[in-house]
Structure formats: C-alpha cells, structure tokens
C-alpha cells in the first residue's frame, strides 16, 4: 500500500511537469507569434506611409495638371493621369502582395502548430477519476436533466471537473 502511495506521487509529480512544460512551449510561441506580428505591423506601417506620399504627390500632380491644363491637349491629360496612377499603384501592390504572403505563412505555421499541438494533446493519457465510478454517475446524472451545481456538489468534485468529464464523453 505504501508503493502505490508513492507511485501516485510520482505520477502527480510527472503530470506537474508536464503542465510546466507544455506552459513553458505555450509561452515560447506566442513571443514567435508576436514576433511574426510586429513584422506584419511593421510592414502595414511602411505601406501606409508609402500611401501617405502617393496621396501628395497625387494632390500635387492634380495641381501641376490644372495649372497647365491650359497648354495640354485631353489626350495628354489622360495620359498623364494614367501614368501617375500606375505609379502610384505599384509599389502598393508589390506592398500588399509581401503582406499577403507574410500573413499566409503565419496562417499555415499557426495551423501546423495547432494540428500538432492537437495531436500532442490526444496523445496524453487522461488518468481515471480517483472515485472509480465517478463519470459514469455524472453522466447518469447529467441525462436526468440534474444542473451541473448540483452533480458538483452531490459527488464531492468541482464543478469545472463535471464539465471536463461531460466535455471527454462528447456529452456537452
């Protein structure tokens, strides 16, 4: 009996750390996450900054335009139009297809690392309840239409457990 005691300890002791570790690899990542996201932050920056300047040296070329509207012809107008407008489209679509990129591979890193984190959590072993028949009671309980308060306090167990054990049998 006195084994048994200590293997629950170790157990506890176990499952402690591996709580500190998967703590400690949540932690790491979101600075990688934040990282990523300074980066896309950064790059919005630049390209509204770039739109800032294409937006006065539109003004400014609608003011070179009227002020010698008199000497050019519409054609040459249009056409001027049309230029200035390519080059001011350019680098904002150069800008929005690095930001596009830079998103789509934070998304698909996000989405590995999820997957595998989820497959990392399915391969963790739940330990049974210490009350043996607990979860069948709850679940027996919980299908009489019994509050999850009640189960809670009926069993001895917090309320946060009942939730977790209707949550494993896809109940609730």
Known sequence: MNFEFISIEYLVVAMAAMVLYLIYYVFKKDSEYNKNIRYVASVT???NREIFYLKKQVS???KNIKSNSSRMSDNDVYQEIERTVYDMVKPISLGLKRLEESVQSI???IDSRISSLE???KQISIP???HGNDDEKIISLFKQGITLDTISKELH???AEVEFVLKINKIK
């Open 45 to 47: 920056e630049e390209l």
């Open 60 to 62: 400014d070329t609608q």
């Open 107 to 109: 998304d698909e890193h």
């Open 119 to 121: 497959s990392g959590v």
């Open 128 to 130: 049974t309840s210490v």
């Open 157 to 159: 167990i917090s309320k």
